[in-house]
């Protein structure tokens, strides 16, 4: 059982998530998602439209996704990895390097982003 985990915020869900989580589920055979809380948004000066309940709920729709747990903080990954038994750490390449303390836990592994598509670009376009 290879169990894959990932973390982000997911907010007014879009295809570039999707594909994301896509490639992640592949990498093994369960997708855990670190959704960021409410309140962990604001620490990383995000502000999501939908609530953390309605994101969840969203995520636990998708078909590549086995269970959604809360990111409350920056320094919990390593627990989670050892809690949730992880065998590899996936996120878009944005963040790459950034996460690369894991490697004495798990495999890390930067995915390309998907181009053409963000959230703030939504919100921007229906402005
Ligand atoms: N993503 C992507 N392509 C896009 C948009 C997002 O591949 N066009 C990926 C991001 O690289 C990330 C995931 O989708 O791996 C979730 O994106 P966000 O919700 O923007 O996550 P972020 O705010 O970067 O939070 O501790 C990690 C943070 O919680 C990550």
């Given at each position: 059982?290879?169990?894959?985990?990932?973390?982000?915020?997911?907010?007014?869900?879009h295809w570039g998530h999707v594909h994301l989580l896509e490639r992640a589920a592949a990498l093994g055979d369960e997708l855990i998602v670190g959704l960021s809380t409410d309140e962990f948004n604001?620490?990383?000066h995000k502000e999501a439209y939908h609530s953390y309940e309605h994101r969840k709920y969203i995520l636990e729709a998708i078909r590549y996704v086995d269970k959604v747990i809360p990111e409350t903080d920056w320094d919990q990954k390593i627990k989670d990895v050892q809690n949730y038994d992880i065998d590899i750490f996936v996120m878009g390449d944005?963040?790459?390097?950034q996460f690369d303390f894991l490697k004495p836990y798990c495999e890390v592994v930067y995915l390309p982003r998907t181009n053409g598509i963000s959230t703030t670009q939504i919100k921007e376009d229906l402005k």
């Amino acid at each position: 059982m290879k169990r894959v985990i990932t973390y982000g915020t997911f907010d007014l869900l879009h295809w570039g998530h999707v594909h994301l989580l896509e490639r992640a589920a592949a990498l093994g055979d369960e997708l855990i998602v670190g959704l960021s809380t409410d309140e962990f948004n604001a620490i990383k000066h995000k502000e999501a439209y939908h609530s953390y309940e309605h994101r969840k709920y969203i995520l636990e729709a998708i078909r590549y996704v086995d269970k959604v747990i809360p990111e409350t903080d920056w320094d919990q990954k390593i627990k989670d990895v050892q809690n949730y038994d992880i065998d590899i750490f996936v996120m878009g390449d944005d963040w790459k390097g950034q996460f690369d303390f894991l490697k004495p836990y798990c495999e890390v592994v930067y995915l390309p982003r998907t181009n053409g598509i963000s959230t703030t670009q939504i919100k921007e376009d229906l402005k």
